[in-house]
C-alpha cells in the first residue's frame, strides 16, 4: 500500500470521508440531472423505455455485486488495521475473480430472461412494438454487467482504505463519459443520420458500459504509476485463499440474501404496478406515464438527496470494521450516533425543500409535459426518498455492526409485505397505494433495525432523537413561507423554466440560509461537524481559507 493511502486512512475521519464520498456521489448525480433536459428532448416519450431497461438491470446488478464491494472495503480495512498487507492483496486478487464470475453469469441471465421481462413489465392493451423496444434495451444494457462489477471490485478497494476521493472522483469520471457519449451518440443517430428517436434510448441505455470500460482504464493507469507495495513492517499472515474466500462470503452472502429479497421488492413493483392499477381502473395508456414518472423522471430528481446515503454508507463499513477489529464499544456507539444525526441535519431541509418546490423543480426538468401529474408524484417519492435514505444508513450500520440475520430477517419482512399487500392498495387508491405501502414497509424496517442496533450496542436513540429534534426546529422557516406561499397560490411555472430555476434557486439560498442560521443558535452543525460558527469563520469558509487550514 502507498504511503499516501496509509497515511490518508489514519487522517481521515468517519464524517470527513461522509462527506467526500457524498459531494462525489452529488456531481455525478448533478452531472446526470443536467442531460436529462436535452435527453428528453432526443428521445421523447421513449424515456419509458429507458427506465425499464435501469429499473431491471439495477436489479440484476445488485443481485450480480451481492455486496461484494462492501465485503471487500470491510476485509481490506480489517486487514490493514492488523498491518497485514499480504492478507490485502490476497482479497484483491480473490475477490477481482468473483466479481467478473458473477458479471458473466449476471449478462447471460439477463439476455436469456430479457423477452420475459418485457413481456411482464408492459401492461395489457398496448402495442406489440413495446415488448420488442423494451427487450432490446435489456439486452444491450445486459453488456453492461460484466464491466460495472469490475468497476466496483476497484471502488471496493478503495473505499477499504479510506480512500474516498479517488473513489468519488472516478464517480464523476464514469458520469463525465457516460453523459459525453450518451448525448453525442444520441444526437448523431437523431439528427445526423435521421434514425428513429428510440436510437437515443438506446445510446442511452449503451452508455453505462462504455462509461464503466473507460473508468476501468483509469483505475488500471493509476495503479500502475501508484503501484501498491506491501511495507516491510508488515505483519505476517496466516491468511489462506480459502480463508480469505469464506470471510469475503460471509460478508457477502448476507447482503446477497438481502438484496434479492429488497430487490425483489423493488422488481415486484415494477412488475405488478400495471396489474394493480389496471385493477384500480387506471387507463393503459395512463399507467405507462406514471412508470414513466416513477421509474425515471422522478427518480432522477430523488436521487439528489440519495446522495447523503451513499455517502455514509461508503464511509461506515470501514471505520466501523475497523473499531470492532479494535473492540472499541464506545467508538462504535459515537460513530452510530454522529452518523444518524448528521444524516438527518442534511436530509431532512433538502427533501422538504424539494417536496415544497416539486412543482417548480419537475417544470424545470421537464416543462409542462405532465405536469401537474408529474409534480403531484415527485412530492410523494421524496417523502418515500427520505425513509429510504434512513433504511439505507440503518441497514449499512447492521451490516458492519455483524447483525446480518437480523438485516436479513427485516428484508424479508419487507418483501412479504410488499408481495402481499402491494395489489389490494394499488386496487383500493390507485396509484397513491404505491405510496402508502413503501411508507409502511421502510418504518417498520427502520423500527426494527433501531430496536435490534440499541438492544445489542447500546447507542441512545433518545439522544440522538433530542438532538434531531433541534434540527427540526430550524425547518420553521421553510414551514411559514411554504405556508404562505400555498395561501397565496403563487404559480411561478407560468414564466419560462429559466426564470422558474432562477426563483428556485434564490429561494433555495433564503431558505437554507436560515435553516444554517437557526440550527447553529442551537449549536447543531458545531456539535456534528465541530466547527467554530462565527463571522470570522463563515467568512473564511466562503473565500475558501478554511479548507487551506
Known amino acids: 500500500m502507498s504511503e499516501v493511502v496509509k497515511d490518508n486512512r489514519k487522517k481521515q475521519s468517519i464524517i470527513a470521508g461522509a462527506l467526500t464520498g457524498s459531494a462525489g456521489v452529488f456531481i455525478t448525480k448533478a452531472i446526470g440531472l443536467l442531460y436529462v433536459i436535452p435527453f428528453k428532448k432526443l428521445a421523447g416519450n421513449n424515456t419509458v423505455f429507458y427506465s425499464y431497461a435501469y429499473t431491471i438491470y439495477d436489479y440484476v446488478l445488485q443481485i450480480c455485486l451481492s455486496g461484494m464491494p ?39 441471465a439477463l439476455i436469456l430472461f430479457s423477452k420475459s421481462f418485457a413481456m411482464l413489465v408492459i401492461p395489457d392493451g398496448v402495442s406489440e412494438d413495446y415488448i420488442t423496444k423494451t427487450r ?11 464491466a460495472v462489477p469490475l468497476l466496483s471490485y476497484f471502488r471496493g478497494v478503495y473505499q477499504g482504505f479510506k480512500e474516498l476521493k479517488i473513489y468519488a472522483f472516478t464517480q464523476v469520471l464514469e458520469q463525465l463519459i457516460r453523459v459525453a457519449f450518451l448525448l453525442g451518440a444520441s444526437a448523431i443517430c437523431v439528427y445526423l443520420l435521421n434514425m428513429e428517436r428510440i436510437w437515443a434510448a438506446y445510446m442511452g441505455v449503451a452508455s453505462t458500459s462504455i462509461s464503466a470500460i473507460a473508468t476501468i482504464i483509469y483505475f488500471l493507469i493509476y495503479e500502475r504509476k501508484h503501484k501498491i507495495a506491501i511495507p516491510q513492517q508488515s505483519a505476517e499472515s496466516t491468511a489462506t485463499h480459502k480463508g480469505v474466500f469464506k470471510e469475503l462470503m460471509e460478508y457477502a452472502v448476507p447482503y446477497l440474501i438481502s438484496t434479492v429479497v429488497t430487490n ?18 387506471t387507463d393503459p395508456y395512463m399507467i405507462t406515464t406514471y412508470q414513466g414518472i416513477i421509474n425515471y423522471e ?40 454522529k452518523v444518524l444525526e448528521t444524516v438527518n441535519y442534511l436530509a431532512v431541509p433538502l427533501v422538504f425543500f424539494m417536496v415544497f418546490f416539486a412543482r417548480e423543480i419537475y417544470f424545470v426538468m421537464y416543462g409542462n409535459s405532465s405536469l401537474d401529474v408529474g409534480a403531484y408524484l415527485l412530492a410523494r417519492s421524496l417523502i418515500i426518498q427520505l425513509l429510504w435514505i434512513v433504511v439505507m444508513v440503518l441497514s449499512s450500520i447492521l451490516v458492519a455492526l455483524k447483525l446480518r440475520k437480523i438485516y436479513i430477517a ?20 390507485g396509484v397513491n397505494g404505491y405510496y402508502i405501502c413503501k411508507t409502511i414497509e421502510y418504518v417498520v424496517f427502520i423500527g426494527g433495525a433501531c430496536f435490534f442496533i440499541e438492544k445489542h450496542f447500546n447507542p441512545s436513540f433518545k439522544k440522538i432523537f433530542d438532538n434531531c429534534t433541534l434540527a427540526w426546529l430550524a425547518l420553521l422557516p421553510m414551514l411559514i413561507l411554504a ?21 428556485t434557486g434564490v429561494m433555495g439560498v433564503l431558505i437554507f440560509g436560515l435553516y444554517f442560521i437557526v440550527s447553529a443558535k442551537f449549536n447543531v452543525p458545531q456539535h456534528l461537524f465541530n466547527i467554530e460558527v462565527s463571522r470570522d469563520s463563515i ?3 466562503l473565500s475558501g481559507r478554511i479548507f487551506r487550514k
Open 483 to 503: 405556508a404562505i406561499l400555498t395561501q397565496l397560490k403563487f404559480d411561478i411555472t407560468v414564466q419560462s423554466r429559466l426564470i422558474t430555476l432562477m426563483y
Open 539 to 541: 467568512s473564511d469558509l
Open 136 to 146: 432490446t434495451v435489456l439486452v444491450i444494457v445486459s453488456f453492461a454487467m460484466i
Open 410 to 429: 427485516l428484508s424479508c419482512v419487507q418483501l412479504v409485505f410488499v408481495t402481499t399487500t402491494l395489489i389490494f392498495w394499488l386496487g383500493h387508491f
Open 298 to 337: 422522478a427518480h432522477k430528481i430523488c436521487s439528489i438527496p440519495q446522495v447523503i446515503a451513499t455517502g455514509f454508507s461508503l464511509a461506515l463499513i470501514p471505520h466501523i470494521t475497523e473499531a470492532i477489529t479494535k473492540n472499541n464499544q464506545e467508538k462504535i456507539r459515537e460513530m452510530i450516533q
Open 70 to 108: 462492501f465485503a471487500i472495503a470491510a476485509l481490506i480495512s480489517k486487514y490493514a488495521a492488523k498491518n497485514d498487507y499480504k492478507a490485502v492483496e490476497l482479497v484483491r486478487k480473490i475477490s477481482r475473480r468473483v466479481m467478473l464470475l458473477f458479471g458473466f453469469i449476471a449478462c447471460s
Open 264 to 281: 425483489s421488492s423493488g422488481l415486484f413493483i415494477l412488475l405488478m404496478l400495471s396489474t394493480g392499477l389496471q385493477k384500480y381502473g
